[in-house]
């Protein structure tokens, strides 16, 4: 059975640092691309960070790119998320997601097979 258990969320000020952990299980956490969504109040699951399975090759929104860094350890079968200068805009809850063989830029657009249940993330002024 697939897990993918998210930590790190939390209330933090703007401008603060705070670090995402996804700890992954029932997969071969190597074979997977690997993925950061996040779904604000009132708003639909946005891409925010993509890693692929080989490679090394990562992907950003936008609104995150220079702010936010994705990585993986595959000796841990752990994705963590980054992110520093932070904004209320970043409020939301974050999902950790994972597909077989994903290639970042496809993952972009969702399509993922397996999704965690997310973690918190409130940004105060």
């Known amino acids: 059975q697939v897990h993918l258990v998210e930590s790190g969320g939390g209330l933090v000020q703007a401008g603060d640092s705070l670090t995402l952990t996804c700890l992954a299980s029932?997969?071969?956490?190597?074979?997977?691309?690997m993925a950061w969504f996040r779904q604000a109040p009132g708003k639909e699951r946005e891409f925010v960070a993509a890693?692929?399975?080989?490679?090394?090759?990562?992907l950003y929104a936008d609104s995150v790119k220079d702010r936010f860094t994705i990585s993986r350890d595959g000796n841990k079968n752990t994705l963590y998320l980054q992110m520093n200068s932070l904004r209320p805009e970043d409020t939301a809850v974050y999902f950790c997601?994972?597909?077989?063989?994903?290639?970042?830029?496809?993952?972009?657009?969702?399509?993922?097979?397996?999704w965690g249940n997310g973690t918190l993330v409130t940004v105060s002024l």
């Open positions: 890693a692929s399975w080989i490679g090394g090759r990562t």
């Open positions: 029932g997969i071969t956490f190597t074979m997977y691309g």
């Open positions: 997601a994972a597909k077989p063989g994903g290639i970042a830029a496809d993952m972009m657009s969702g399509g993922m097979n397996y």
